[in-house]
């Protein structure tokens, strides 16, 4: 079947159960929860606020237990679409680009059953950022938490909303999040700033006029990152002037501008997200000044900047006030996603990856304004000194170091099938018919070698305890990786460019460092990162720029292995158990040519 997919707007079905009042908290058992305070409304004056909760709550611990039950159903399709005016075909969850927003408040479950209507692709769907407490199984990994969702079949995931602010799912299976296979997560609780209107997630992309899969097999696979045409804001931009539809049927020319209305003086909050494959943008709206008030569901304490920038797999929440510092005549603004053309793969389109921001809703006008913003040439995004979170933790106890260094293996070198980077010169291979939870639940002491299991245990003693991974990059190619880390939030300890790990650790920032789930390891330089060993699960570690993760640029921490199991609920273990059975029933179309992430 062929359809065009609107590259705007949304079509989902969302039942919500009756509000129960939220009079209780949902906490880890095992330690002491936060006594609950005086009840505060959250308003456009108060967004610290959140009923008898807020800012100050310790998110990792504690959160709100309301009664509600949100329910989704998404649709993952394959078809035609033109979202910048080019036909090509796309994977989309309910046939748009971007899928529907899924909206919680803090404390809420989520029940999300996902379809996969494509014919010859498997899938499986990932909650960019959720912790997952104890429920590793809804982490949505083929090869580590589950099997592929084969074609007809559905998979109900399950979870408790312990976060809130702005986030993304998207497709882990290979490619396919590449391909249109993303969308947005709006979990609404408090803020370290006030604001009037939420304009919600504001995703910026880049865009390929061929199937990110062709560019895999005939380019990528080789090493070289495949040039990409053009980006999009969310979901849309319009095509580049030389598509001429009298030689090319598929400029089809149906793209237009992402718009935003403002209205002066008024505060807006937007929450910019990147899905890109292989983009890192600086975000910048004309005359305005930015006010960064969290980043990766972490409130930090503001600061305000011209511009933001934000790597793959990265979100940012920031404040607007609509009010220019120097007026144009027409009241138009342009939005930009400025490509950083050193830390992201070739584009032919970088310039006009744009939005505009109107104050007349009545205008058609292009923008006259001028950039104000110069664009960054560093890849290490966003300055660690003004990312502080505001719930301040300090790393008090690193428990264990693990030491990665990252090389690579060029295609055809020791049998490699395609181009391979290497963490201790293992690349990340997995068989989404066997994930690593069946290990687990096999009882099983060795995983396979190109599953790169790292095992991590706490000593028991009760006191926190912290795991620090540092990855040292080995090679002389300079690339910067952002690396995202599942099931946990990080400590960034270090981010040094062009320098050697020598094993001290004495310089480490242990006092309330920046705290985020992606963060960039710099070319030729090392990051240390640590996260609390506080969540049983097989979690993945691995850069999210798309052709990265295909080449093999991956590990996985099994975390308190002998626990996995005892805190997972039955009716996920057989959804496992099911998903498991009807995918090896089925057999696969495309063989597997990548990593499988």
């Not at 748009?96 to 404390?107: E, K, L, N, V």
Request: glycine share 8%; charged share 15%; net charge negative.
């Amino acid at each position: 079947m062929k359809q065009t997919l609107l590259a705007l707007g949304a079509f989902f079905t969302a039942v919500t159960a009756i509000a129960l009042p939220l009079d209780s908290l949902q906490s880890n058992p095992h330690l002491t929860p936060l006594k609950p305070r005086q009840g505060c409304e959250n308003t456009p004056t108060s967004r610290e606020c959140w009923g008898e909760f807020g800012l100050d709550t310790n998110y990792y611990t504690t959160w709100p237990n309301t009664g509600n039950t949100r329910e989704y159903w998404l649709s993952v399709r394959q078809g035609d679409c033109s979202p910048d005016g080019y036909l090509r075909t796309c994977m989309t969850f309910n046939g748009t680009i971007p899928g529907p927003t899924i909206f919680a408040d803090w404390g809420d479950d989520l029940v999300i059953h996902v379809t996969n209507n494509m014919l010859e692709n498997g899938t499986a769907i990932h909650w960019h950022g959720l912790h997952m407490r104890d429920n590793s199984l809804n982490d949505g990994v083929p090869g580590v938490t589950q099997c592929g969702i084969r074609p007809g079949d559905t998979q109900t995931y399950r979870f408790k909303v312990t976060q809130y602010g702005s986030t993304w799912y998207h497709s882990h299976f290979s490619l396919q999040y590449a391909e249109g296979l993303f969308g947005g997560m709006i979990f609404n609780g408090p803020a370290t700033a006030d604001y009037e209107v939420d304009l919600g997630n504001l995703f910026l992309s880049d865009w390929g006029h061929t199937e990110a899969f062709h560019l895999w097999s005939t380019v990528a696979k080789g090493g070289r990152p495949p040039t990409l045409e053009t980006g999009l804001i969310n979901g849309t931009n319009t095509i580049t002037p030389n598509c001429n539809p009298a030689t090319d049927a598929r400029c089809v020319g149906q793209g237009a501008k992402h718009e935003i209305i403002f209205k002066e003086n008024t505060t807006y909050l937007i929450r910019l997200v990147n899905p890109a494959v292989d983009s890192v943008f600086d975000f910048s709206i004309d005359q305005h000044d930015l006010t960064v008030i969290a980043q990766d569901l972490v409130p930090i304490k503001p600061y305000t900047t011209d511009s933001v920038q934000i790597s793959m797999g990265q979100r940012y929440d920031i404040v607007v006030t609509a009010k220019p510092k120097n007026k144009t005549a027409d009241g138009n603004y342009w939005l930009r996603a400025g490509l950083i053309p050193g830390c992201s793969g070739p584009n032919l389109n970088a310039a006009n990856i744009t939005g505009i921001v109107r104050y007349n809703k009545d205008s058609t006008a292009l923008p006259s304004s001028t950039n104000h913003n110069t664009i960054s040439t560093s890849c290490l995004g966003e300055p660690l000194a003004s990312l502080e979170p505001y719930l301040e933790l300090n790393v008090t106890n690193m428990f264990n170091t693990t030491l990665e260094n990252l090389g690579t293996r060029p295609q055809g070198v020791d049998g490699a099938e395609w181009f391979q980077w290497t963490l201790n010169t293992s690349s990340l291979h997995l068989d989404p018919s066997h994930p690593t939870l069946e290990h687990v639940f096999n009882n099983e002491s060795i995983f396979p070698t190109p599953y790169n299991v790292v095992g991590v245990q706490p000593s028991g003693t009760g006191e926190q305890q912290w795991q620090v991974l540092i990855i040292q990059d080995q090679t002389q190619i300079g690339a910067a990786h952002p690396i995202h880390l599942h099931g946990h939030d990080f400590w960034v300890l270090a981010a040094v460019p062009q320098a050697t790990f020598n094993g001290d650790t004495s310089g480490f920032n242990t006092a309330n460092p920046s705290r985020r789930d992606v963060a960039v390891l710099p070319g030729r330089g090392y990051l240390a990162i640590a996260f609390e060993l506080d969540n049983p699960g097989a979690w993945l570690v691995h850069c999210h720029i798309a052709w990265h993760a295909s080449q093999g640029l991956s590990l996985e921490f099994v975390e308190s292995q002998s626990k996995i199991r005892s805190g997972l609920l039955q009716r996920d273990i057989d959804e496992f158990e099911r998903t498991c059975q009807r995918w090896t029933g089925w057999p696969p179309v495309h063989p597997q040519e990548d990593s499988g992430i």
